[in-house]
């Protein structure tokens, strides 16, 4: 089983303070992503990268940075908390099938739930 | 841009009724069409999905068919069950391994 892991359920930080979320899977996966989940908004996407070291902004990347150093690990990173950022925070990973249009399910961790105060 | 517009719930229903939750999306070439489930406490699961016109997707009961000419992907189930309560969410996907283009969420609650 693809196994998607994030590196805390939730977290507590205060207005200011640099935050970093971790996000494995061990499936040998490509491409990996950082969404944000907020009630009456569905997911919004951070930030995505398609092999180490390379990133790609999504549609609301404003206040968040990224880092792939290793296939398997992508960390998004809050330079300064703030408390607009309180949210739950999903990874994702998608691994690809090959050519042809095939689509491989894009799998997801359980989430870390943000709060800063 | 490429979107998704699904019904807002919350949506309640008892044990054994029947289930549809419409989703229609706006989306140049020919999109992949998803629904994901996630639990309470849980992250998001696939729960079924299409990638062509006329494709229909089926999981635990659940269906839902690719209609191009309508741009829609409704979710439906036969008999909902009080394990089926949580929030359904359809996504689309413009190209292999993509990220996701989400609509906003349904709440399902079941009751027996």
Known sequence: DVKVTQSSRYLVKRTGEKVFLECVQDM????MFWYRQDPGLGLRLIYFSYDVKMKEKGDIPEGYSV???KKERFSLILESASTNQTSM???????????????NEQFFGPGTRLTVL | GDSVTQMEGPVTLSEEAFLTINCTYTATGYPSLFWYVQYPGEGLQLLL?????????SNKG????????????HLEKGSVQ?????????????????ALIFG?????SVSS
């Open chain 1, 28 to 31: 040998d996966h490509e491409n």
């Open chain 1, 67 to 69: 880092s792939r150093e």
């Open chain 1, 89 to 103: 925070y999903l990874c994702a990973s998608i691994g690809l099938a090959g050519g042809g249009g095939s689509y």
């Open chain 2, 49 to 57: 999905k299409a990638t062509k016109a006329d494709d229909k997707g």
């Open chain 2, 62 to 73: 659940f269906e839902a068919t690719y209609r191009k000419e309508t741009t829609s992907f």
């Open chain 2, 82 to 98: 009080v394990s089926d309560s949580a929030v359904y969410f359809c996504a689309l996907s413009r190209q292999a391994g993509t």
């Open chain 2, 104 to 108: 906003k969420g349904t709440t399902l």
